[in-house]
């Protein structure tokens, strides 16, 4: 048990050398930490809060609404490989981070108790709304990871590989109950509408940051890299 304990360990370190020592690959693993650090808690702790204390829906709809999520995910890999496979990461990495910001705005819009009122409650009208809005961004969530998981894949050496993704896996799996607790805590400071909003404001924030440091740019990089080697 010791020694591998002692062998994750030295993987760890071996992964965080090498991220330090890869500038794009460290600003997207910067991104990726607080995209989960705010979208992942709130959608952990609030979401499932106002789904079935504010608005009054039951389990089961709870439930198919967060399927209706990963429908979307499913529906955009299948776009992806059947009509966008010859598109470049870039275009479709920045389209869909900037298309599923937008809509998670809309939802938080949603969420305000006249836009509730107007869709009539814990009606079918509303649940339909919100399942529509959730399969929209599971699909440009797939055109934000599919690009990015590739360029992981085909950047970082295989003998690196398992290594930076411990790494990344670890600090996710630390910083998300950081904002899960924060968020949580928020609840009893704060109107639920105010908290979805405040943290996709805050997301759109930080995504134009990351843009604006050359997240695209790395990509493009990797679209020049991967034309070459279809060239050759």
């Known amino acids: ?5 002692k062998g994750t ?8 050398v090498y991220l330090k020592g890869t500038t794009g690959l460290l600003l997207l693993l910067i991104f990726v930490m607080l995209s989960n650090f705010i979208i992942t808690s709130m ?7 106002y789904i079935r204390e504010v608005v009054g829906f039951s389990g089961e709809q709870f439930g198919f609404l967060q399927t209706s999520w990963v429908a979307g995910i499913l ?3 299948i776009i992806l490989g059947t009509f966008l496979s010859k598109k470049k990461a870039a ?6 981070i900037i298309t599923q ?16 009122s107007f869709f009539g409650g814990n009606s ?7 399942a529509g809005l959730f399969i929209s961004i599971g699909i440009c969530n797939a055109f934000v990871n599919t690009p990015m998981y590739a360029w992981f ?25 950081i904002g899960a607790f924060l968020f949580g805590v928020g609840l009893d400071y704060f109107k639920t509408h105010y908290l979805i909003l405040g943290g996709n404001l805050l997301n759109f924030t930080f995504i134009l940051i990351f843009l604006a440091l050359g997240m695209t740019r790395i990509l493009k990089e990797f679209d020049k890299t991967e034309q070459k080697n279809n060239n050759s």
């Open 75 to 77: 529906l955009g890999n």
């Open 1 to 5: 048990m010791k020694l591998s304990f």
């Open 43 to 49: 959608f952990n702790v609030v979401f499932p809060f």
């Open 124 to 130: 079918w009208t509303y649940f339909s709304v919100i």
């Open 101 to 116: 910001s937008f809509i998670n705005i809309i939802f938080s819009i949603t969420t305000f108790p006249i836009i509730l």
């Open 153 to 177: 894949q085909k950047t970082v050496p295989s003998q690196y590989r398992s290594r930076v993704f411990s790494v990344v896996a670890i600090l996710i799996q630390l910083i998300t109950p």
């Open 91 to 96: 275009k479709l990495f920045k389209r869909g």
């Open 9 to 16: 360990i030295e993987d760890i370190k071996e992964g965080l």
